[in-house]
C-alpha cells in the first residue's frame, strides 16, 4: 500500500526525555521509523508500539517511580488535561494521575507532519461546505485537520485558523508547526474555554475556515452552529464512529440537527405506517458533510447530513460514498444511490410530457409572489393564472384538499388535475417544479438558484426600499447569499428558526 508515515519531527528530542534503557534500545531498533507509542505504566514492563507490531520491553524491568518522575521533569509543564508537548515538535506526552496527582502512567506519542493524506477528499475540502470527521481514537482525525489547514491556506489562500485546545495539531510552544502551512493558531488556556475561544476567533480575527479539534459539550456545539450561521466554514472533529452513534449522543446530536419527539395525526401515522409518535429532525444539521473515517485511508462520506439523518429517523438505509486507497496507490470511489435534496418531503412525483408546452398554474392557498419567484429562478416553462379557468393545474397544500374543502366544490365539472404539496414554502414550490418538469438539481444548480434568488430580493430591496426576505435555506446557502447582498450594498441578517431559517435583506441609511 502507498505509504504515508510521514516526517517525524525531530525525535531526538523525545528520546531525550526516556529512560536511557529505553533510549538505547529503540536507537538500536530496525523499525525506529514506524515508532508510535512509548507506553510506562508504574509496576509494568514498558509497552513500545509500532505502527504495525507492539513489543514488550521485558530486559529493562517494570517502571519505577523514579523512571517516571525522570521524564516528568523533562518534560516540562503538564496542561489541565494532563497533556503536555515538546516545544515546536507534535511530539505529545499524556500522564495518568492517582488520586493524590501523582503521575502513575506516561503516553509518550510520535508526533509526525503527514503531507498526502487528504488528497483522497481535497474536493469536499475545496467545497466551501462544513466538514465533520468521526472515527476511532488514533485513526488519523487530527493528522488529517493538520493537513486540511496547510491545504486551505497555502494552496488555496484562504485565511484558517486553528483552534488548538490540547497543541495537538500545530504542536507545542507559541511558535506553529509548519505542518499546518500558514494557518494560524489560537491556543486555548484549558479545555473547558474551547468553545469561547471558537467565538472568539470568529469575532476578533476575520476567518474565512475555522478547524477544531474534539467537539465534545453542548456549549462546544452551540458555538460550532454560531460560527456556521456566521458565514465561515468549519472543519471539525467530533466524538462518536458513526452517523448513528453521534445522533444517539444527547450532547452531540444537534451538530447534525438534533432530535425531538413528534405526534402524528391517525391519518398521517397510517399514511407513513408508523406509530403515532415518532422522532425527528428539530433543525438543519450544522454541518453539511460528514465523514467516516472507517480505516486510516477508507472514508464513508455523507454528501448530504441532512437527508441522511432523515434516512436513519425513517429506518431507511443510508448509502454513503466510499473513496478507499488501493495497495496501488490509487484511489477508487464507490459512489453514493443516495439522491441529494435539500426538502425530501414532497407526496408525489409528476411527469411532464409537453416540453414545448407552457403551462399555467393557479395557486389556491400558495403566495402568488413566491411560485413567480421560483418559476423565474428555475427557468420553468411555466406562468401563474390569475384565474382558475385560465389554468392547465392547480397546485395547493394538504390542509385546503380534506374531504368537503373549498376546493372541491370550486372543481365541480372542471376538467383540471390538482397537485399538492405540504407546505406553502418557496422550497416546497421550486421542488414540485423540478419534479413536475424534469429539472434536474446539481450542487451546483442548487447554489445557482440560491444566488439568483437573493440577487432578485437584493432589486426589490434597491426599488422599493423596504426589507424583503428569502426562502428558507441551509447554512451554506446562506453564507452564499449574505455575501451577495453585502456586494450589493446592502445589510443582511439570518432570522427564524431551523428549519425556516432565512436571509432578510434591507437598506442601507
Known sequence: MKSFVGEVDDLNLLMDILPEKIRTFLEKHNSIKDLNEIILDLGRIPEIRFIDSVEKLTLFGEVKQSDLKSVVEKTGVFNSDNRAGIERTLHRISAICNRSGIVIGLTCRVG????????????????GKNVLFLGVPGIGKTTKLRETARLLSDELFRRVIVVDTSNEIAGDGDICHPGIGSARRMQVPSPDK????MIEAVENHMPEVIIVDEIGTEEEARAARTIAERGVQLIATAHGYSIENLLKNPTLSDLLGGLQSVILGDEEAKFRGTQKTVMERKALPTFDILIEIRERDVFAIYKNVQQ????????????PEIRKREDTGNITVLKSNETVNENDDFEQSYQYTHPEQVISIFPFGINQDRISMAIEVLAAPAVVAQNIS???????????VKTKSKIHKILQGRQVSVHVIKRNSTAQIEKFLRDFFNLSATEDD?????????????????????????????????RLQHRVVDKSGLNSLSTGEEPNRRVRVYPRH
Do not use: W
Open 112 to 127: 509526525r507532519a503527514v503531507y498526502g493524506t487528504t488528497d483522497i477528499i481535497k474536493d469536499i475540502i475545496k467545497s
Open 194 to 197: 474551547q468553545h469561547a475561544v
Open 308 to 319: 441522511a439523518v432523515d434516512n436513519y429517523l425513517r429506518s431507511e438505509n443510508n448509502h
Open 390 to 400: 385560465e389554468a392547465d393545474i392547480i397546485l395547493t397544500i394538504q390542509s385546503h
Open 446 to 478: 442548487k447554489e445557482q438558484e440560491a444566488v439568483q434568488e437573493i440577487k432578485q430580493v437584493c432589486k426589490k430591496v434597491l426599488d422599493e426600499g423596504r426589507t424583503m426576505e428569502a426562502a428558507p435555506r441551509n447554512s451554506y446557502f446562506r
